[in-house]
C-alpha cells in the first residue's frame, strides 16, 4: 500500500493512560489488514515520558499555528490524556533527515519522535467518539521529507486501534482536512454553521465507519457506490457564510432527512468550490 508504513524504523505509537488501554485492540474492523507492527507505547503519566509528549506538542502547535487553533497544554491533559486516546505514527530520531529535524524542531536526544497525532474522546452515545485533534509533520516539511498518507493513516490507526464504531469531528470548511475526513465513512454533516466554535464557519461531521471508504483513498476507482446517494436539491458555497447558514437552518428544520457529502467529490474538487449535498 504505502512503503513508509513497512519500515523498520518507523511504528505506530500510542500515548494514553494505563487503565485507558483496550482489551481488544482492532476488533471491530476486522477486514482492514493495515496495521500489522505493534505499537510503541508510552504511559503519559510517567515524568519521564514527558519529553515524547513535549515533541507530541511541539507538533501540534506548530502544525496549527496558521488557524490559530493550538491546543494548550492543560487541553491535552484534561481534555485528551485523561479522558480519550492519543496515537500516530513514530520515527526513530537517528534516522530521520536533517532538514525534517530542522523544520519540525526535534529534540535529537529522544529514541523515538512523533511524526503525527490523532486523539479521539469517547461520547456519552454508545460506540460515538469525537475526533478531537489531527495532525501530521507533513504540513511542516519539504516534499522530499514527506510520507503520503501519514495524516489519514495515522487517523485510521486510532479509529481501527480503538474498535471506533461512529465518530463526529469538527473541521472548517475549505481545510484540506475535509478530503481525509470523508474517506472513512458516509459524510453525514451534523452542522454547517457553527457560531458557538471559535470559526463560525466550521463543519461537524459524523461517520459509521466503514473499510470501503477507507480503502477508496487509495483508489478512487473503486470508490464505494453511491447510488443511494440522492441529491437534495443543495448546493452550498463553502466560501459564503450565508449559504452555509442556509444548509444550517435547513439541518435544524428537517426532523427525518440527514444530510451527506460525497468523499469522492470533495477529494477531486477544488477546496472553495462548490459542494452538492445529499441524502441516502
Ligand atoms: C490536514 C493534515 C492532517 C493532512 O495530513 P497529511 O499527512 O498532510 O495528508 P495525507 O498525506 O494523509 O493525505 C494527503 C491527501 O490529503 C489532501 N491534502 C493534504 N494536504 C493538502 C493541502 N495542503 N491542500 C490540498 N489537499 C491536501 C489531499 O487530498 C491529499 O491526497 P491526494 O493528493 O492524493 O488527493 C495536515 O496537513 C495537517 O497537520 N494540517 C495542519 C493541522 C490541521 O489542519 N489539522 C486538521 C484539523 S481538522
Known amino acids: 500500500m504505502i512503503d513508509w508504513i513497512n519500515s523498520d524504523d518507523i511504528a505506530p505509537y500510542i500515548y494514553m493512560r494505563k487503565e485507558n488501554l483496550f482489551e481488544m485492540p482492532g476488533s471491530y474492523l476486522k477486514d482492514c489488514d493495515w496495521f500489522k507492527k505493534k505499537p510503541i507505547y508510552k504511559n503519559p503519566l510517567r515524568m519521564d515520558e514527558v519529553a515524547f509528549g513535549d515533541q507530541i506538542l511541539n507538533l501540534e502547535t506548530k502544525a496549527f499555528q496558521k488557524a490559530s487553533l493550538q491546543m494548550p497544554r492543560w487541553v491535552f491533559y484534561d481534555c485528551a490524556i485523561i479522558p480519550g486516546f492519543v496515537c500516530g505514527f513514530a520515527q526513530k530520531t537517528k534516522t530521520l533527515s536533517e532538514s525534517f529535524c530542522r523544520d519540525v524542531g526535534v529534540n535529537t536526544d529522544l529514541e523515538w519522535t512523533p511524526l503525527s497525532l490523532f486523539i479521539i474522546i469517547p461520547t456519552i452515545r454508545q460506540g460515538e467518539w469525537v475526533a478531537h485533534n489531527?495532525?501530521?509533520?507533513?504540513?511542516?516539511?519539504?516534499?522530499?521529507?514527506?510520507?503520503?498518507?501519514?495524516?489519514?493513516?495515522?487517523?485510521?490507526?486510532?479509529?481501527?486501534?480503538?474498535?471506533?464504531?461512529?465518530?463526529?469531528?469538527?473541521?472548517?470548511?475549505?481545510?484540506?482536512?475535509?478530503?481525509?475526513?470523508?474517506?472513512?465513512?458516509?459524510?453525514?454533516?451534523?452542522?454547517?454553521?457553527?457560531?458557538?466554535?471559535?470559526?463560525?464557519?466550521?463543519?461537524?461531521?459524523?461517520?459509521?465507519?466503514?473499510?470501503?471508504?477507507?480503502?477508496?483513498?487509495?483508489?478512487?476507482?473503486?470508490?464505494?457506490?453511491?447510488?443511494?446517494?440522492?441529491?437534495?436539491?443543495?448546493?452550498?458555497?463553502?466560501?459564503?457564510?450565508?449559504?452555509?447558514?442556509?444548509?444550517?437552518?435547513?439541518?435544524?428544520?428537517?426532523?427525518?432527512?440527514?444530510?451527506?457529502?460525497?468523499?469522492?467529490?470533495?477529494?477531486?474538487?477544488?477546496?472553495?468550490?462548490?459542494?452538492?449535498?445529499?441524502?441516502?
Do not use: M
Open 134 to 280: 489531527l495532525c501530521s509533520a507533513n504540513s511542516l516539511v519539504s516534499d522530499k521529507d514527506k510520507k503520503y498518507a501519514l495524516g489519514f493513516l495515522s487517523k485510521a490507526f486510532g479509529l481501527w486501534y480503538a474498535n471506533v464504531e461512529v465518530l463526529c469531528g469538527i473541521t472548517q470548511w475549505q481545510s484540506p482536512a475535509i478530503r481525509l475526513h470523508s474517506h472513512y465513512g458516509p459524510f453525514e454533516i451534523l452542522t454547517a454553521y457553527t457560531p458557538i466554535h471559535t470559526i463560525a464557519r466550521t463543519l461537524t461531521y459524523r461517520s459509521r465507519l466503514n473499510f470501503n471508504y477507507w480503502q477508496s483513498f487509495f483508489d478512487s476507482k473503486n470508490a464505494p457506490i453511491t447510488t443511494n446517494y440522492q441529491y437534495s436539491g443543495i448546493t452550498i458555497d463553502p466560501k459564503n457564510d450565508e449559504s452555509l447558514k442556509s444548509l444550517q437552518r435547513q439541518i435544524e428544520e428537517e426532523k427525518k432527512k440527514v444530510f451527506y457529502l460525497k468523499s469522492h467529490e470533495i477529494r477531486t474538487q477544488d477546496l472553495d468550490a462548490p459542494l452538492k449535498i445529499y441524502h441516502i
